[in-house]
């Protein structure tokens, strides 16, 4: 019976392949944040939805859906219908939680459709109030004396993934010691009672401007454009490390090509609006203009290496 | 001189009508909340948060924070008339706030609480303006180890908080802290106990404990029970809320202990009003020379966490402003209310946004006063709620707990969760085990726990780690000095009680 209706629902959905264009949306449109009210997810989804309910004409509602490490709003988002009306926002933390979480209830390649990378920034491996060294060349050395630690927000938490990469890469000699949620990790640091943490420019930045806590490197061959002055992973010699943090929105598996690159072109330009850019600049982040095709490809190919580390260091296990 | 301008800067941006209006809407509208048993403050703020993109972020942040301390006003009420908690934060009041109403003296109870949320936000708000910077970076020294001690210490203080037999408080902290390993490891990450269910890979949650235990088990055990008419009409009347003078004379210091106890969990990241109405109120009876008055009633018992957690609801705003860092999810809201207007709490946010954050500090004043003008004549109001038919009352309870759970992480497993720790609360009414030291166990159970581990893997294994450094190993000594105290105490008790006995026969 659900096959029948599957079937039915897909050849409906076949049908209107060629409205599709005109068709999207036909009311409300749900995007489903699967972090809390209030957290950096949210906060570019909001934004995003009063930008698009003027594109679209139709209201986009808000859920926040937290738990799982993201997992329960992505599993209800792969639930629905691939028809653009239920959208999914979510951190690179959807490529980490299928290397960690054996239990699954959708498949990652098969039951997502990446639409669009909405921004992309690099992670900053900073340094607290114990670290002497000012780059990451500087603490290698260090590390030759002392075990460093780095803290992550928790156990398979993005940062969690880079300081694990960062050490398999580098040969960093380092102990990982996992905080519940990044504000504790930045105290720890602060505090000199931990010594490193990773996270996007937009979470590190404020601290670093601060003077709390430095920023080492750049976790990448070059610099970044927008932080002239840290130094990159590349410029200590240290390759393999550069991964980017993004923000991206995802449909249901099997959505529509031309409806995805519709959704596609829609994002692109609430974007470009001045109420993102100004958040961009604010986030330290750049815009990701992918096109679908070209985004599923760093979805795959991200999930593949978070994987492949996970197999290495044995996380999750 | 400096602190008179910043303060004059401060009144005059909260006192413009708009920001004043939000005070007013945010400390009324928390009031109502927090008496509502099972919708919190974070419940509240989620829902009102998204408003925040639409107003200046002084006017969001006045009434964001409004909410906030405004439910911790009114979170008493329910806590003192139907022995529920109207939020986490007050369900140790229940202890001595629900018999003092049966006692017929819910009136003076209510107008107690009140006072003591008045002197403790006072305080609070006192040590917020003051020592700000000060108490931050006090805040940063306390790492793993640190905090472990502290929460041995808690569990400590906090093990005769009831006034059953010491085994059963001691089982029913072991069962919070066993409840409390459902979840994420916090190292390994490994699903404990979760048996594949996604809704547990976060654990329980406080409030749905809270509620149930409290909340659903007094809802059960009531069922079938008579109603004895109690409550009469008189204790409604002004004159018989007025505390006498012994109230007074037995209040006034726990009130100012209580702030002080309150200031400080408040200002530490990760602890909150919550831990630190507990330890306030353990402190009380430990301290007292008639810890047998505590549970049946006793003022002090009332006052103490009163005035604790809304210290705690102030102080808590510490490291939320002055490095940016949220204590809690709530705080997490308000920063994300400063960060929605691209402004960046930490050291710097008091000297580049000094309207903003004084004229925050003078909200909390003026939203105190109206909290203190809003709730004594509310109190009136309050005691006739219990006049309303108790089948008419609890089956809205009932809904509102559900509506509160749900509404947290809009996951319908937490609904289920709430009922089935109501069915365990009223469970162990029937076996009369104590609800509240299960309810310590479980928040403090997490946080030694991970503590401990924290401070392992930093100190590479070593043991000797919380006791050589220099405030772990001060807490812990007191917390053996404590223990060693009540194991005397209660030996040298006995030992007088045997000799009486004795002399009584020969």
Known sequence: MKALITAAAVAALGAGVAHAQADFPTGPVTLIVPYGTGGSTDMTARPLAIELEEIWGQPVVIQNRPGAGSMIGTTEMTQAAPDGHTLLINTAAITTAPAIQADLQFDPVDDVTPISLLITSPYVLTGGSNVNADD????????????????????????HFMSELVISASGLNADIVHFGGGGEAY??????????????????????????????????????ELLPDVPSSGEAGVTGVDIEGWVAVFGPGGMDEELANRINADLAQAMASERMQEQLEQNYAVAGNLTPAEFREIYLRDMQIWQNLADERGIGQ | MDLLANFALGLETAITPTNLFYCFAGVFLGTFVGVIPGIGPLAAISMLFPITFYLDPTAALIMLAGIYYGTTYGGSTASILLNMPGATSAAVTCLDGYPMAQKGRAGIALFMTTIASFTGGSIGIIMLSLFSPLIAEYALTFGPAEYFALMVLGLVAASTITNSTPSKGLAMVVLGMLIATVGIDSQSGAARFTFGSMSLMEGFGISAMAMGLFGIGEILSSVGAKRDGKIDKSSARLRNMIPSRDDWARSWRPGLRGSAIGS????????????????????????????ERFGNGAIEGVVAPESANNAADQTAFIPTLTLGIPGSATMALMLGALMVHGIQPGPTLISQQPSLFWGLVMSFWIGNLLLLVLNLPLIGLWVRLLMVPYHYLYPAILVFVCIGAYSVRSNPADVVMVLGFGVLGYVMRLADLPAAPLLLGFVLGPLVESQFRRAMVLAQGDFTVVMTRPIAGTVLALTALLLFWTLASTYLRYRRRTKTTLSAQG
């Open chain 1, 187 to 224: 105290t720890n640091m602060m505090g000199g009672h931990a010594d490193t943490y990773i996270s996007t420019t937009a979470s590190v930045m404020p601290y670093v401007n601060d003077g709390r806590i430095k920023a080492l490197a750049v976790l990448a061959p070059e610099r970044f």
């Open chain 2, 264 to 291: 400080f969990f408040g200002a530490l990241p990760g602890t909150g009003p919550s831990i630190a109405s507990f330890m306030a109120y353990a402190f009380e009876k430990r301290i007292s020379a008639t810890p």
């Open chain 1, 136 to 159: 990451l060349a500087g603490l290698l050395e260090e590390s030759q004396e002392r075990t460093i630690f780095m803290s992550t927000a928790g156990p398979g938490s993005s940062g």
